[in-house]
């Protein structure tokens, strides 16, 4: 079943979705400005396995297993996408010419540990290894949380 993407969509988006869907490879996208690369960062519906929408338009759907919701996949606003090499390592296999995810740190030094993008407070954790991970999904080097 063939995907229909948006005119947008970038050649390079539509091969990895279509590889994805075909492989069953789970996958991150990063959404965001598709002019300047700026990602906008969101953690739902941004992980999972691409599938083809069953009625209507066959549009590419995000998929986890034990989740009985599907995300739709904005493919027309994808700045990156995320994979795992045959090592079981998070790779990009696509990064907008522009690429740009801001600075993600991580401060402990409170009672709980705080993720922060570009300074900003961004999410609170109960324990450092909570903190870590999600900073590590964030900016690509997990493809889950």
């Not at 991150?28 to 739902?44: A, C, H, N, S, W």
């Not at 066959?58 to 027309?76: E, L, N, Q, S």
């Not at 991580?106 to 909570?130: M, W, Y």
Request: with cysteine; glycine share 8%.
């Amino acid at each position: 079943m063939e995907i229909q993407y948006h005119a947008k969509t970038p050649e390079d988006v539509r091969h990895w979705l279509d590889k994805s869907n075909r492989l069953n490879q789970l996958i991150r996208v990063f959404y965001g400005d598709t002019l300047t690369g700026t990602v906008t960062p969101e953690e739902k519906g941004v992980y999972g396995y691409v599938r083809v929408h069953d009625h209507g338009p066959k549009h590419p759907i995000m998929t986890r297993p034990k989740v009985y919701r599907a995300f739709g996949i904005r493919d027309d606003l994808i700045v990156g996408i995320v994979t795992r090499d045959n090592n079981g390592r998070c790779m990009f296999v696509y990064k907008h010419k522009y690429f740009n995810n801001g600075e993600w740190s991580i401060s402990d030094c409170d009672q709980r540990p705080k993720v922060k993008h570009n300074g900003e407070v961004f999410a609170i954790f109960e324990t450092l290894s909570q903190a870590w991970r999600y900073r590590q999904f964030m900016v690509g080097e997990r493809v889950a949380r």
